[in-house]
């Protein structure tokens, strides 16, 4: 897994769709490396003091979209986090050029049937507000698979456990930090 030479990996950016455990694993992955965990949706509705859900409502999700980017521009400039990302943060190819200069970018990976069991009972999900839900899920999850892919790390969360997961992650993270020391 050859990185380019102009990027620093000193942190680690959890990439994926809703319900793919970017959260969840972040928080473990952040405590084994002693870093700290930023959940940039989190972040935004602690800032705005109103969910994701009201702001995609009254603002609508450009306006969303531009405080992730403004959110993924401050926390370059950080060490030693863990950034758990929106699902749609790297649909927009600047964030993730953004995220791949300094943090070794891991796309957490689950099938729409599988997500759609996560979060069907979540009432916290803006696009799931949909008459059909499963099908946006697909639909959302094709769109954006080509940035998905572009992480450094691919990982299916399906089958494993979020501890499981959150291993790989470090595993992986220290490959490449002691690869590059």
């Not at 109103?50 to 306006?63: L, N, Q, V």
């Not at 992650?169 to 220290?174: G, T």
Request: some cysteine; aromatic content about 4%; hydrophobic content about 40%.
């Amino acid at each position: 897994m050859a990185m380019q030479n102009d990027r620093r990996i000193v942190n680690i950016a959890l990439i994926g769709f809703m319900g793919a455990g970017k959260t969840s694993v972040g928080r473990i992955v952040a405590d084994q490396l002693h870093f700290e965990h930023h959940d940039t949706d989190e972040i935004i509705q602690a800032r705005m003091g109103r969910t994701i859900t009201e702001i995609f409502s009254t603002d609508g999700e450009p306006a969303f979209r531009k405080m992730e980017s403004e959110l993924v521009e401050e926390l370059a400039g950080r060490t030693r986090i863990v950034i758990a990302t929106g699902g749609g943060l790297p649909a927009n190819p600047q964030n993730l050029a953004s995220l791949k200069m300094h943090a070794l970018v891991v796309c957490l990976w689950a099938s729409p049937e599988k997500i759609w069991e996560r979060v069907k009972n979540q009432t916290h999900r803006p696009l799931l507000h949909d008459p059909d839900p499963q099908k946006k899920i697909r639909d959302l999850l094709a769109a954006r698979e080509p940035f998905y892919k572009q992480a450094d790390v691919l990982l299916n969360t399906e089958l494993r456990s979020v501890r499981e997961v959150a291993q790989q992650v470090v595993h992986q993270f220290r490959l490449e930090a002691s690869g590059r020391q």
